[in-house]
């Protein structure tokens, strides 16, 4: 018997998928430090909204359906609650896309990691179309793909993470068309996700409105970085009917009922929540401001809770920063020579804007 166990244990990699066996682990580095501006949370806790715990009953399931919670997100954003499907954070809506769907699935880069990881670990065909030097989509490469490949799905995060710009509304607004156009046959067709995880703190509109004349355009949100990171809730707004289909691969109870209850009073506090959010994007136009003036920095424009900046020496920064109890994330691999900093309390930043000028000087 042990015999058998220890062969069959330094097997185990030949029995994984070959595109599992290639996968690493996402990595979530949990370093503590004083000032935490690494990973695009929202620098401000709800804590009222965790009045509605000891109304929980834990001996239950939750609501399978989300309704109450969908009911809210349907008034917020004026669309019907059928055309809602609630997620445990959007990373598990990519995982029902793409497994409803399948692949090819396109998208740009740099973008949010998840889209290539989840792709690959469900086994599809990655298509990656890197960025423009303004990090725009490269329209000319990206639609010779759609004409060659025929993606099933396509993701587009704008404003996009980790470079804080939003792609120009005009480009997105032709992939959808042409996608749409390709052929009434469903097979020949692509469903564009616009991942709108930042839309809050941008200044440019939306891709909702648009939701009514294109039957394959799908709008991903989250409440992850409008301060509920910690509670995973995501939702796609879309066609009645992709939302049935995708419907079907959820599993039964993927919002738990913490998450729902506490979700539901946070939506309720309408008036806090955008002024968290305004009080964000104000910060994050004087952190800009502030590192324009740093001469040995480069920061890039950001529609975002964050800011993209390219420095000197990325590696001996990133240590710095730490060394003085403040996280950034390092994009090296991803946009070398980059460092990545979430806008966080004004405190926060003027630490982090201190330690900053001093170590670059
Ligand atoms: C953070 C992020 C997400 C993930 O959101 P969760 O709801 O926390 O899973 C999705 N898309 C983009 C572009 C992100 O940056």
């Given amino acids: 018997m042990r015999l058998w166990y220890n062969a069959f244990a330094m097997d185990i990699k030949k029995f994984v998928r070959p595109n599992i066996r290639s996968l690493t682990p996402y990595k979530a580095k949990e370093i503590p430090c004083k000032v935490k501006l690494d990973a695009n949370e929202s620098p401000y806790v709800f804590k009222d909204a965790l009045k509605v715990l000891k109304s929980i009953k834990t001996n239950r399931y939750p609501d399978p359906e989300a309704k109450t919670l969908k009911k809210l997100i349907s008034k ?12 445990n954070g959007s990373d598990e809506l990519i995982y029902y896309l793409i497994t409803t769907f399948g692949g090819p699935v396109l998208y740009p880069i740099p973008t949010f990691s998840m889209f290539g990881i989840i792709t690959q670990a469900i086994g599809e065909k990655r298509i990656e179309i890197p960025l423009d030097e303004e990090f725009d989509l490269d329209m000319d490469r990206i639609l010779k793909a759609i004409r060659k490949e025929r993606p099933k799905l396509i993701f587009l995060s704008s404003p996009n993470n980790p470079t804080g710009n939003c792609f120009s509304s005009e480009r997105i607004l032709k992939i959808i068309d042409v996608t749409s156009a390709l052929s009434t046959q469903h097979s020949a067709r692509s469903i564009v996700v616009v991942d709108e995880a930042y839309q809050p703190f941008s ?31 995501g939702f796609l707004i879309a066609d009645e009917e992709i939302i049935r289909e995708v419907n079907k691969v959820r599993l039964p109870f993927n919002l738990n009922s913490l998450s729902q209850k506490v979700a539901i009073e946070v939506l309720k506090e309408r008036k806090t929540m955008q002024s968290h959010i305004r009080s964000i994007a104000s910060e994050r136009r004087r952190l800009f401001q502030e590192m324009t003036k740093i001469s040995s920095i480069r920061p890039y424009p950001s529609e975002a809770n964050f800011i993209l900046f390219r420095v000197k020496d990325s590696d001996r920064v990133y240590k710095d920063l730490l060394s003085k109890g403040v996280l950034v994330r390092n994009m090296k691999g991803v946009v070398d020579g980059c460092l990545r900093v979430t806008v966080g309390t004004p405190e926060e930043n003027k630490t982090f804007l201190k330690v900053l000028n001093k170590e670059v000087m």
Wanted: aromatic fraction near 10%.
């Fill in 76 to 87: 917020y954003f004026t669309v019907s609650p059928e055309s809602i499907l609630q997620g």
């Fill in 203 to 233: 200044s440019r509109k939306g891709f909702l409105p648009l939701l009514k004349d294109y039957e394959n355009l799908v709008i991903m949100r989250t409440l992850s970085k409008i301060g509920l990171a910690g509670l995973r809730v």
